[in-house]
């Protein structure tokens, strides 16, 4: 269980990375955290209900157990890793229209299906795509890879895209 932190105003960077956690992530959390907040390494299962991730500009939630839906980026987010889950979701058709700018994107090895979303070319500085290790079983949207885009790594290694 996360240590019940509501009472603080504002925390600018949370790191519980690497510790014995589990349960779900409290829905407090996403008010008094305000930029960072890591809780890799831990046995994380979900979010609490209704939750609204708000003000972040990097959240590491790598190697817990999570699953359902994956969170949606924020406007003011540019990191988002979510490597190592049970995520099994599709990814949402809309997911490059929350964000303008989002330097890494991450859900390697998880169980995500269906589509790459054409929405990603909406986003105007996408730098690293790492979704390896999925069950994704579609093709790779040819917008990635116009000139002008700025995608330095895309990973999708270890799928079913055609």
């Not at 809780?39 to 003000?55: A, D, K, M, P």
Request: proline share 6%; charged share 15%; glycine share 4%.
């Amino acid at each position: 269980m996360i240590p019940n932190l509501k009472n603080c105003l504002f925390i600018e960077k949370l790191d519980l990375s690497d510790n014995q956690i589990s349960g779900e992530i409290p829905n407090w959390i996403w008010e008094v955290v305000q930029y960072n907040l890591n809780l890799s390494h831990n046995s994380l299962v979900g979010f609490q209900e209704t939750y609204s991730i708000l003000n972040l500009e990097l959240l590491d939630l790598h190697s817990n157990r999570l699953q359902g839906k994956i969170p949606l980026p924020l406007p003011e987010a540019v990191i988002f890793d979510y490597l190592s889950n049970n995520l099994s979701s599709s990814i949402p058709d809309d997911i490059g229209n929350f964000t303008p700018v989002m330097y890494v994107f991450s859900v390697s090895n998880n169980k995500l299906t269906c589509v790459i979303p054409e929405s990603l070319c909406n986003v105007t500085w996408l730098l690293v795509l790492d979704w390896s290790i999925n069950n994704l079983s579609c093709r790779i949207p040819t917008c990635l890879f116009e000139v002008g885009n700025l995608l330095d790594v895309l990973n999708v290694r270890r799928n079913r895209l055609y």
